[in-house]
Structures are given as structure tokens and as C-alpha cells.
């Protein structure tokens, strides 16, 4: 589902033409663009221009924008940090979050006696509001396999999380009593607590996980982490074992030391398949040393593990399909190989997102100590006319700045890739760039787009052999 949808029209309106202008190159933007763009009249795109810029002051003081009468120029605040402000500022003004606390708060879908007294809403705007609320939560929950309750629980997590939003003067109890949370980073803390939050708040209004929604053995129960709630071994015992299965996907837990048996026994045959589909496909990409023995095996009990509790939580994933496209340009052998091995396990098991799916696995690959990227790898020489300093200098901006999977030298061979100089020579068929000294902006995207090209005629060319 759409997040933005959440909230009001108006304002869902002003956070597109944001990201319109945000992602607009040009320093001065014609209203006619924009009005092409967002496909909406002058009149409107000029009253969501001054609204949004009027909202924009409020939260940092400044306007964001001049707005001319054909022209839009954004300030220097008009950026993607003050996108997500804005984004949060109007997620807590919306309808919708106010019916998400009320539901964690009363247990139970709010009635109109209830709304009116506390919000004054008429009673056209309440149900206007709550059949909004049903089709987000139907169109969120509907290509999940987890209970009513875990649906809901993922439906609201996820809506605060992607605006970036959090109950205020809410008690931190939760998180003092579990060690191992208290190294983890702010944004791992973040979802660890607003989950403990949602929990805690379902728990006390007789709301609970069932089995149908656990994947994991019961033996990865942590029973102390929930001790604070009132309620019986049995139910502890499930809810913990929800909030352990959650931490594993979300990465607050490392899902590398799961392995076939930290699942429940109708979930380790599962596990298995899944494991010898993807070692089947990927085996043309293992070296046969014997050193990356035990890489394989923590990487495939990984994959397997990420594929199995994909089917049974919820984690919104927008920002990850926006980002596939760069493995597609970097790494097109791997990326080739990864879409195969997904649509592989696809046939076996099901797979609720698929782009997630093909995320977790490309990274987790990437990230392994397999050299797994080594055929999208580019030779790059860099020679530069003022000699081993000059080349040594740009040998450390490039290793500091470039992340591109590129091998870099200072000599010309035959296996070299692109030849990076501040002087033209003459060799045929030597992709060669141009560099001043020290590079300008241009010269990095000039650099990257001609890597990224060498990398896709690379992998075409292999299709045609």
C-alpha cells in the first residue's frame, strides 16, 4: 500500500509536490513543469505551493521556497531532511493516526459516541475516516499470512516508522529490561521500543498473538524481555517469541545466527528446500576453495531464514524497490543471477514482496566474504601527468568517495577496463576519462556513468558469447 495515503489529501498533495521539486534538477522550476508533473491546474499547484511553503516556516522558521509567477526557486532548507519534518508534522495531524492510537489504546475500533465526545467530529467525517482506515488496512494486510492481530500490530508499526513518527510521553520500562537492546543504534532503538510500545499497549487490552503467526522455536523465547506485563507463561511465551521473530527481521538481531533448527519443525523442511534452491543456483559463482565453506553456510541459513519470516511479518518497503535499480547498474551479473534466484523460490515458497526479497538477498551476498561481484568488477588505471603523488592523491579520494566495485592501478595492462588521466593518449578501443586536478563534481558523475556503461556492455556482451 501507498503510505501516503494516510494522510489527508491536501497534504499527501503538498508531500508529492515536495519530492517533485526535491527531485527536479534545476535551480529555478517552471510552475508548467510541475503542473505537467502532478498533473493538476495552475490555481491548485499555486495554492499547494503557498501552503506548503507556509508549513515549511513553521517548522524551521524560514520559507522554503520563492514562488515568482512562473517560477519556483528553493531555498537552501528546502531539502530532504525538512521532507521528512514535514512529513511527520502532518502525520500527526491525521485522522488516521488518531484512530491507530485510539485502537491501541481501547483494544477495539473506537465508536462515534467516543470520537465526538473527545475530537468533536460529525458523524459524515468519523465514518468518512473509517472506511478510509479499513481499505489501507485491507489493501496493507491482504498479501500476508500472519492472524488478524499480528496484522494489525505490523499495519500500525509500519505507519509510524515510515513518518518517522512516535507516541509522545510514553514509559521507557520496556527497553531497561533487556541488556542486549542497549548497544544497538538509534534507529535500531527506535523500532525495538515503538514495537515493545505497540505491544505493551494490546497486551494490557487482552490482545494477543496466536501461533499461527510464529515461525520460530520456541526455544528463542526471551520470557524477561516482556516480564513487565501481567499475563500467563503461556501468552509470554508467544509474545516474546513475536518480539524475538520481529528483531531477527528488522536486523536489531543478527539473522546469521539463525539456522534450520530456530524454526518451528513444519518450518525446517521449508527451509531446506529454500536453501538447496538458492546453493543451486548460485553455484557457477562459488570459488570451489574450501575457505568460503563456512560463508556459504551462514549466508544460505540467512537467505533461508529472511525468505521464511518474509512470508509471516510486515515491513514496508518503498524505500527499497526506489534503490534496485542502482544493483541493476552496478552489479549487472549478480543482478541477473539474484532476479533468477528469487523467481526460483518463488515457485517453491511463497514470497509477499518480491523486490524485498531480491533486496535481502543481493545485500546479503554483497556483504558476504564471497566475491560474489567480482565479474561486474571494472579495471580501472589511474595515471595523472604530475606523477605518484598526484596519482596517490586521487587513489585516496577515489577510495574514499567511489563505492562502485572497481579495481584500481597505477599500470596499463591489457586487462585494464578504463584508463582515468589528465591527458588524452592515443589507444584504440581504451575507454578513457579526462580528469582536472582536483576533481569537480561533473568529473565524479562523469566517472560513475562511464563505469556504470562499461559495466552493462561487459554483461551484454557476455550473453552474446
Same mark, same amino acid.
Given at each position: 500500500?501507498?503510505?501516503?495515503?494516510?494522510?489527508?489529501?491536501?497534504?499527501?498533495?503538498?508531500?508529492?509536490?515536495?519530492?517533485?521539486?526535491?527531485?527536479?534538477?534545476?535551480?529555478?522550476?517552471?510552475?508548467? /513543469?510541475?503542473?505537467?508533473?502532478?498533473?493538476?491546474?495552475?490555481?491548485?499547484?499555486?495554492?499547494?505551493?503557498?501552503?506548503?511553503?507556509?508549513?515549511?516556516?513553521?517548522?524551521?522558521?524560514?520559507? $522554503?521556497?520563492?514562488?515568482?509567477?512562473?517560477?519556483?526557486?528553493?531555498?537552501?532548507?528546502?531539502?530532504?531532511?525538512?521532507?521528512?519534518?514535514?512529513?511527520?508534522?502532518?502525520?500527526?495531524?491525521?485522522?488516521?493516526?488518531?484512530?491507530? @492510537?485510539?485502537?491501541?489504546?481501547? $483494544?477495539?475500533?473506537?465508536?462515534?459516541?467516543?470520537?465526538?465526545?473527545?475530537?468533536?467530529?460529525?458523524?459524515?467525517?468519523?465514518?468518512?475516516?473509517?472506511?478510509?482506515?479499513?481499505? *489501507?488496512?485491507?489493501?496493507?494486510?491482504?498479501?500476508?499470512?500472519?492472524?488478524?492481530?499480528?496484522?494489525?500490530?505490523?499495519?500500525?508499526?509500519?505507519?509510524?516508522?515510515?513518518?518517522?513518527?512516535?507516541?509522545?510521553?510514553?514509559?521507557? *520500562?520496556?527497553?531497561?529490561?533487556?541488556?542486549?537492546?542497549?548497544?544497538?543504534?538509534?534507529?535500531?532503538?527506535?523500532?525495538?521500543?515503538?514495537?515493545?510500545?505497540?505491544?505493551?499497549?494490546?497486551?494490557?487490552?487482552?490482545?494477543?498473538?496466536?501461533?499461527?503467526?510464529?515461525?520460530?522455536?520456541?526455544?528463542?523465547?526471551?520470557?524477561?524481555?516482556?516480564?513487565?506485563?501481567?499475563?500467563?507463561?503461556?501468552?509470554?511465551?508467544?509474545?516474546?517469541?513475536?518480539?524475538?521473530?520481529?528483531?531477527?527481521?528488522?536486523?536489531?538481531?543478527? @539473522?546469521?545466527?539463525?539456522?534450520?533448527?530456530?524454526?518451528?519443525?513444519?518450518?525446517?523442511?521449508?527451509?531446506?528446500?529454500?536453501?538447496?534452491?538458492?546453493?543451486?543456483?548460485?553455484?557457477?559463482?562459488?570459488?570451489?576453495?574450501?575457505?568460503?565453506?563456512?560463508?556459504?553456510?551462514?549466508?544460505?541459513?540467512?537467505?533461508?531464514?529472511?525468505?521464511?519470516?518474509?512470508?509471516?511479518?510486515?515491513?514496508?518497503?518503498?524505500?527499497?524497490?526506489?534503490?534496485?535499480?542502482?544493483?541493476?547498474? =552496478?552489479?549487472?551479473?549478480?543482478?541477473?543471477?539474484?532476479?533468477?534466484?528469487?523467481?526460483?523460490?518463488?515457485?517453491?515458497?511463497?514470497?509477499?514482496?518480491?523486490?524485498?526479497?531480491?533486496?535481502?538477498?543481493?545485500?546479503?551476498?554483497?556483504?558476504?566474504?564471497?566475491?560474489?561481484?567480482?565479474?561486474?568488477? =571494472?579495471?580501472?588505471?589511474?595515471?595523472?601527468?604530475? $606523477?605518484?603523488? @598526484?596519482?596517490?592523491?586521487?587513489?585516496?579520494?577515489?577510495?574514499?568517495?567511489?563505492?562502485?566495485? =572497481? /579495481?584500481?592501478?597505477?599500470?596499463?595492462?591489457?586487462?585494464?577496463?578504463?584508463?582515468?588521466?589528465?591527458?588524452?593518449?592515443?589507444?584504440?578501443?581504451?575507454?578513457?576519462?579526462?580528469?582536472?586536478?582536483?576533481?569537480?563534481?561533473?568529473?565524479?558523475?562523469?566517472?560513475?556513468?562511464?563505469?556504470?556503461?562499461?559495466?552493462?556492455?561487459?554483461?551484454?556482451?557476455?550473453?552474446?558469447?
Amino acid at each position: 500500500m501507498e503510505f501516503l495515503n494516510i494522510l489527508n489529501d491536501f497534504e499527501r498533495d503538498k508531500i508529492n509536490l515536495f519530492t517533485a521539486i526535491l527531485d527536479n534538477p534545476n535551480s529555478e522550476i517552471e510552475l508548467g /513543469s510541475l503542473q505537467d508533473s502532478m498533473n493538476m491546474s495552475r490555481y491548485k499547484i499555486t495554492n499547494l505551493l503557498e501552503s506548503l511553503n507556509y508549513d515549511i516556516k513553521l517548522l524551521t522558521e524560514y520559507p $522554503g521556497m520563492v514562488i515568482n509567477t512562473h517560477t519556483v526557486i528553493p531555498a537552501k532548507n528546502f531539502s530532504r531532511h525538512t521532507l521528512s519534518m514535514t512529513k511527520k508534522y502532518y502525520f500527526e495531524l491525521s485522522p488516521i493516526r488518531i484512530l491507530m @492510537v485510539e485502537i491501541l489504546s481501547g $483494544g477495539d475500533f473506537p465508536s462515534f459516541q467516543k470520537i465526538e465526545i473527545k475530537y468533536s467530529w460529525p458523524k459524515t467525517f468519523f465514518y468518512q475516516q473509517k472506511n478510509k482506515y479499513d481499505k *489501507l488496512y485491507k489493501e496493507f494486510s491482504l498479501t500476508r499470512y500472519a492472524d488478524e492481530e499480528a496484522s494489525l500490530r505490523y499495519f500500525i508499526y509500519n505507519s509510524f516508522v515510515f513518518f518517522g513518527a512516535f507516541p509522545q510521553k510514553i514509559e521507557r *520500562l520496556s527497553m531497561r529490561n533487556f541488556n542486549a537492546l542497549q548497544t544497538i543504534s538509534n534507529i535500531q532503538k527506535f523500532k525495538a521500543e515503538l514495537m515493545l510500545w505497540i505491544i505493551e499497549k494490546r497486551v494490557w487490552n487482552k490482545k494477543f498473538i496466536s501461533d499461527s503467526s510464529l515461525v520460530i522455536a520456541n526455544e528463542l523465547a526471551e520470557p524477561s524481555l516482556l516480564s513487565f506485563l501481567p499475563i500467563s507463561r503461556k501468552k509470554l511465551l508467544r509474545e516474546s517469541l513475536f518480539v524475538i521473530q520481529f528483531y531477527y527481521y528488522t536486523g536489531i538481531f543478527n @539473522v546469521e545466527e539463525l539456522t534450520v533448527n530456530s524454526f518451528k519443525k513444519e518450518e525446517r523442511e521449508n527451509f531446506k528446500k529454500i536453501t538447496l534452491v538458492f546453493l543451486d543456483d548460485i553455484k557457477d559463482l562459488i570459488s570451489k576453495n574450501d575457505s568460503y565453506q563456512d560463508e556459504v553456510a551462514k549466508l544460505c541459513n540467512e537467505i533461508s531464514s529472511q525468505v521464511i519470516l518474509d512470508k509471516i511479518c510486515f515491513i514496508q518497503t518503498d524505500q527499497f524497490s526506489l534503490n534496485i535499480q542502482y544493483f541493476a547498474d =552496478v552489479y549487472p551479473f549478480l543482478d541477473n543471477k539474484v532476479r533468477r534466484v528469487v523467481d526460483e523460490i518463488a515457485q517453491h515458497w511463497v514470497l509477499p514482496d518480491k523486490k524485498r526479497a531480491y533486496f535481502n538477498i543481493i545485500t546479503s551476498m554483497l556483504t558476504s566474504k564471497i566475491p560474489f561481484s567480482k565479474r561486474d568488477q =571494472v579495471s580501472l588505471c589511474i595515471d595523472f601527468s604530475g $606523477g605518484p603523488y @598526484v596519482n596517490s592523491y586521487i587513489l585516496s579520494l577515489f577510495k574514499s568517495y567511489v563505492n562502485i566495485n =572497481v /579495481s584500481v592501478s597505477n599500470v596499463l595492462t591489457s586487462e585494464t577496463d578504463l584508463y582515468l588521466s589528465d591527458q588524452y593518449i592515443e589507444y584504440h578501443l581504451l575507454n578513457q576519462v579526462i580528469w582536472l586536478k582536483p576533481p569537480t563534481p561533473l568529473d565524479w558523475a562523469e566517472l560513475g556513468e562511464k563505469i556504470v556503461e562499461i559495466k552493462q556492455r561487459k554483461y551484454q556482451s557476455s550473453k552474446t558469447n
